[in-house]
């Protein structure tokens, strides 16, 4: 099967919740192509046609449930051969992660994180429904460089802000690069909020978790 076959497979068995085709098309290919490219080109477009038809109201939370579940089995396939392309660097750097409290989407989250592993960063995954204080008290503990905020909804995006404002009522704002991200979020809101920085994918997000690391550690030295 080619390539794009396979991706176009990837894309129906997501939206169809088919574990099974999914799996098969993604072992197809996996040996001989980036699994980054596998998420992006194959899954992730089904995931997204699956939204649309959710936000239209064509289909119902069970449909979107077992689609969820259906990525999350293939990226257990993928996952492994992303870990294997990261080459074993120097810590590039601490971050704490979590979606913001109220909201539970997680997978743009664990995509981040997985290739942030691979780029030699130390990750601490808070998973879902993290408050403001739990970012902050893992962020302290952890002697992070960076707090990683994640949210999928227009309605939970707001929290970010909330972190941020808790950052600074502690006085610690300046201690931490705050990154923001997820669906509804981009540039201009994280500018409003006063996030130190955003990206809608997730090799962006590695690349200005480095940028702004570089730039921590150039300006205190
Ligand atoms: C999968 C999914 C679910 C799954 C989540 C499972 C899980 N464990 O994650 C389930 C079925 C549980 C679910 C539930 C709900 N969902 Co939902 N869901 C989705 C769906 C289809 C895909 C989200 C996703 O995973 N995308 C793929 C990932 C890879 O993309 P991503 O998260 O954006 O991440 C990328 C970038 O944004 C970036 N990134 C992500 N995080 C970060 C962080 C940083 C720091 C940086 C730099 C970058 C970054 O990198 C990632 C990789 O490229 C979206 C539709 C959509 N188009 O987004 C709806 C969607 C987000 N859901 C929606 C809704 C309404 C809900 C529910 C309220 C439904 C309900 N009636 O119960 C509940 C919410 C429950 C809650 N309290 O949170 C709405 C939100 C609307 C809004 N208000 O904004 C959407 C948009 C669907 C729609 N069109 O209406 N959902």
Redesign the pocket.
Known sequence: MGKKEAFEKMSEAVQEGDTETLTSAINDVINDTDPLEIIQAGM?PG??K???A??AGEIF?PE??M??EAFQEGMKVIEPKLLETGQEVKSAGKVVFGTVI????????N??ITLMQTHGFKVNDLGANVSPTTFVNEAEKANADII???S?????MTYQRDVINYLKERGLRDKYIA???????NAEWAEQIGAD??????V??VQ?AEKLIAQKKGGAS
């Open positions: 992730m995931l997204k699956v939204g649309e959710f936000g939370l979107m449930l689609a969820t109220t909201d539970i989407h997680e997978i743009g989250k995509i981040v990683a905020m994640s999928l909804m227009t309605t939970t990154l923001v991200g997820g669906g509804p979020v920085g955003t990206s809608d994918s997730a962006g997000a200005i």
